[in-house]
């Protein structure tokens, strides 16, 4: 097991270095790429390949996370990253909403090292379901989750303690994140005992709410300009090309 995984972590970080030395890329006007078409532009399918092996090698599958999750965030993370979107390279979170609110569905995986660092529960806006998340809003005041890619920014502290600002990169799904206020936070919503007694999470607004005593580590492991992806298994979203937006 352990040859394995120096294995798998030589594999991943050839994968950065294959990465670093592409030709170069126009670095955008603005912080988030103008007009790009989809997200797996600019990666082949070779590079994904070698990111099946972690998956395999962290048994996602026996956490349940979608195997087609991981591989649509692992294309987007390779893309954003060699855009020059992504600043904290490091690690990579899936929200996986294909998942009922009851299990863990939040993932942060060591990209670089090659190890799960937090799989934890995570909440959904009220108005997307009860216990599965079915239904997703880009619209203020929806109350609902919003799918796709998105950029962490910087920790602070809120009306719900201490958070984290995110900002919504795929046009049409979540770039209204920001004047809805999309965060990630605590609430004590998020746990175990409220599935107990509920069967089901509490719900937020529409923000990723987390549990409270893995706020902070959480947080501070993927703040400032790393890469969280929130998947479903809807039609539209699968087959969409992503627009990103400035």
Same mark, same amino acid.
């Given at each position: 097991?352990?040859?394995l995984?120096?294995?798998?972590?030589?594999?991943? #970080?050839?994968?950065?270095?294959?990465?670093?030395?592409?030709?170069?890329?126009?670095?955008?006007?603005?912080?988030?790429?103008?007009?790009?078409?989809?997200?797996?532009?600019?990666? +082949?399918?070779?590079?994904?390949?070698?990111?099946?092996?972690?998956?395999?090698?962290?048994?996602?599958?026996? #956490?349940? #996370?979608?195997?087609?999750?991981?591989?649509?965030?692992?294309?987007?993370?390779?893309?954003?990253?060699?855009?020059?979107? &992504?600043?904290?390279?490091? &690690?990579?979170?899936? &929200?996986?909403?294909?998942?009922? +609110?009851?299990?863990?569905?939040?993932?942060?995986?060591?990209?670089?090292?090659?190890r799960?660092?937090?799989?934890?529960?995570?909440?959904?806006?009220?108005?997307?379901g009860?216990?599965?998340?079915?239904?997703?809003?880009?619209?203020?005041?929806?109350?609902?989750?919003?799918?796709g890619?998105?950029?962490?920014?910087?920790?602070?502290?809120?009306?719900?303690?201490?958070?984290?600002?995110?900002?919504?990169?795929?046009?049409?799904?979540?770039?209204?994140?920001?004047?809805?206020?999309?965060?990630?936070? %605590?609430?004590?919503?998020?746990?175990e005992?409220? &599935?107990?007694?509920?069967?089901?999470?509490?719900? +937020?607004?529409?923000?990723?709410?987390?549990?409270?005593?893995?706020?902070? %580590?959480?947080?501070?492991?993927?703040?400032?300009?790393?890469?969280?992806?929130?998947y479903?298994?809807?039609?539209?979203?699968?087959?969409?090309?992503?627009?990103?937006?400035?």
């Open positions: 097991m352990k040859a995984c120096i294995g798998v972590v030589a594999l991943l #970080l050839f994968s950065f270095t294959s990465l670093k030395n592409s030709p170069p890329v126009p670095a955008p006007t603005a912080s988030i790429p103008h007009h790009i078409e989809n997200v797996t532009t600019g990666v +082949s399918l070779a590079d994904s390949a070698r990111f099946d092996l972690l998956y395999d090698n962290l048994d996602l599958q026996g #956490l349940s #996370l979608s195997r087609e999750a991981f591989h649509k965030a692992v294309l987007g993370f390779l893309s954003l990253q060699l855009t020059g979107v &992504v600043r904290n390279a490091d &690690v990579l979170s899936i &929200v996986d909403f294909s998942l009922p +609110s009851s299990q863990k569905r939040l993932f942060v995986i060591d990209m670089l090292n090659g799960l660092l937090f799989n934890t529960l995570v909440a959904h806006g009220r108005n997307s009860t216990l599965m998340a079915t239904r997703f809003s880009n619209r203020i005041n929806s109350y609902m989750s919003s799918l890619f998105y950029l962490t920014g910087d920790a602070f502290i809120g009306a719900h303690g201490y958070s984290l600002q995110l900002e919504g990169l795929e046009r049409g799904w979540n770039d209204h994140a920001s004047s809805r206020r999309i965060i990630m936070h %605590p609430a004590d919503y998020v746990s005992e409220h &599935v107990q007694e509920c069967g089901y999470l509490g719900r +937020s607004e529409g923000c990723p709410a987390i549990p409270e005593a893995l706020n902070q %580590p959480i947080i501070d492991e993927i703040k400032g300009g790393s890469c969280l992806f929130l479903a298994p809807n039609k539209r979203f699968t087959h969409r090309g992503a627009r990103f937006s400035s």
